[in-house]
């Protein structure tokens, strides 16, 4: 039963428009989320995150965004580069739990 | 960027024979993890430690077990490999145990073929 949900397994945008990535999640108990950024042959990296009493958070090109009611996340990527080219994975943790529950991540390649 | 490693990075092994991967931190975190990561399925927790000899399962731990006698250290031991088990695996560690505006930090990966 998957409670965190990347139901697109990639996307490719044109460098210098918009990306935007989703999320979304079933369990409205969640108050913390994670993005992280993976390249091929390392370890996923921190990207951005957003508590359950905000709605959006920015920080330089990437804003995520927070929809409680539709338990919907998504990262928005503005201007997008070649370089953003990665796996995203976006993720949950429950309260009361030492854990992150992750997606099942997104490829997204930007076209230069 | 966090201080930690995993070793081997990369391993071969036959069916039935016994493996351990360790991870290794130098950040004093409490909190460390062990995930791996398949196509179709992202990064899926293992075993995670809450502090030295406390360990709890994660969502696949079947065939998997975990030791951590020291704060630094995390071992991940498959007790008899098998072919379902051929995987990149990542530790990961956090200072506030995925508490509000925590945030995990993950090793460069193992990856592990099991003939």
């Known amino acids: 039963d998957q409670q965190v949900k990347q139901n697109s397994p990639s996307l490719s945008v044109q460098e210098g428009r918009i990306s935007i990535l989703n999320c979304d999640y079933t369990?409205?108990?969640?108050?913390?989320f994670l993005w992280y950024k993976k390249y091929p042959a390392e370890g996923p990296t921190f990207l951005i995150s957003i508590s359950s009493i905000k709605d959006k958070n920015e920080d330089g090109r990437f804003t995520v965004f927070l929809n409680k009611s539709a338990k919907h996340l998504s990262l928005h990527i503005v201007p997008s580069q070649p370089g953003d080219s990665a796996v995203y994975f976006c993720a949950a943790t429950p309260p009361g739990t030492y854990k992150y529950i992750f997606g099942t991540g997104t490829r997204l390649k930007v076209l230069a | 960027d966090a201080g930690i490693t995993q070793s081997p990075r990369h391993k071969v092994t036959e069916t039935g024979t016994p493996v351990t991967l360790r991870c290794h931190q130098t950040?004093?975190?409490?909190?460390m993890y062990w995930y791996r990561q398949d196509p179709g399925h992202g990064l899926r927790l293992i075993h995670y430690?809450?502090?030295?000899?406390?360990?709890d399962k994660g969502e696949v731990s079947d065939g998997y077990s975990v030791s951590r006698s020291k704060t630094e250290d995390f071992l991940l031991t498959l007790e008899s490999a098998t072919s379902s088990q051929t995987s990149v695996y990542f530790c990961?560690?956090?200072?506030?145990?995925?508490?509000?505006?925590?945030?995990?930090?993950f090793g460069p990966g193992t990856r592990l073929t099991v003939l």
């Open positions: 369990n409205s108990m969640f108050d913390y």
């Open positions: 950040e004093n975190h409490r909190y």
């Open positions: 430690s809450y502090g030295v000899k406390d360990t």
């Open positions: 990961a560690i956090s200072d506030n145990g995925a508490g509000l505006e925590d945030t995990q930090y």
